[in-house]
């Protein structure tokens, strides 16, 4: 995919998320059932189904733009596909793969590339509900399998995870992620990579399919001072079809703590469209 194709995707998803934003308003209503182990298997409910510790078996495509600090651009393809399975269909695993477009501006000694990135797997279990309250263990992988060192983070990295989510209603809910990020392989040369993350969410369901999904990310580098990076995105979504099978969704990023503004990135931002099946 050329720089002008992946342009196009981009500017023809956002306007079909933004074009009826006016038509806003908040839905209230019956409280969902979630598929958590220990209950029905039961697809869940399209009005409820967003958010990353749902499970509903989907196809994504997403463009995500990332303008970095030194004035290089990195432009991700991303395919990814999410599978429920499980006697009660309480597993789900997600499979993503990444075409990656790096431009180099003025960082000593990297060049422009582009080609396979990373490829990341998300793996996750509902095991509990306590009322409101869902517990979820997952696992997510990053592998080094980028065909340039500029085109992916250099190492494989093993993310043990923990989710609590609270659910209100349809309309609204949070979640709370945890996660423990170490490698187990690194490029010879690379540091050794050990985080701890915070990510907060904030759902909400609107009138109309609409949704917007809201996150802080919190990470605490324990390899390099114990330093902070700190950003935060929001997102706005519809779902249209006649299952409400498909949905496109824009998403704005932004650092937020001086380091992730000078050494991580400036902005990102973000187009998708989801098919359910």
Known sequence: MTTLQSRSVRRILSWLVFSSVSQIGLT????????VAGTPAAPTK????????????????????????????????LFNVTYSF???RDYG????????????????GEESANGLGDIRTFLIHPFATQGKFIHSYALETYFNTASAAVLGQRST?????????????????????????????????EDRVRTINFRPFMILNFSGDWYSISEVKAFLDLEHDKRWNVSASTSLGRQFGERKQWAVFGV??????????DFVQKYQYKAGLNYYF
Do not use: C
Not at 47 to 74: C, F, N, S, W
Not at 252 to 261: D, H, K, L, M, S
């Open 28 to 35: 209230h209503g019956a409280e969902p059932e979630p598929v």
């Open 46 to 77: 399209p009005e409820t189904a967003q958010g990353p510790t749902v499970i509903r078996r989907r196809m994504t495509v997403l463009d995500e733009y990332t303008a970095l600090p030194k004035g290089d651009v990195r432009d991700r393809v």
């Open 86 to 88: 499980g006697v009660q």
């Open 93 to 108: 695993l997600t499979v993503e793969v990444p075409y990656v477009q790096y431009r180099a501006n003025r960082v000593p």
């Open 157 to 189: 990295t093993l993310l043990p995870s923990y989710a609590l989510t609270y659910r209100h209603n349809k309309a609204f809910q949070l979640i709370g992620l945890v996660q423990y990020q170490f490698d187990v392989e690194r490029d010879s040369g």
């Open 252 to 261: 704005f990023g932004a650092p937020i703590n001086e380091y992730a503004r």
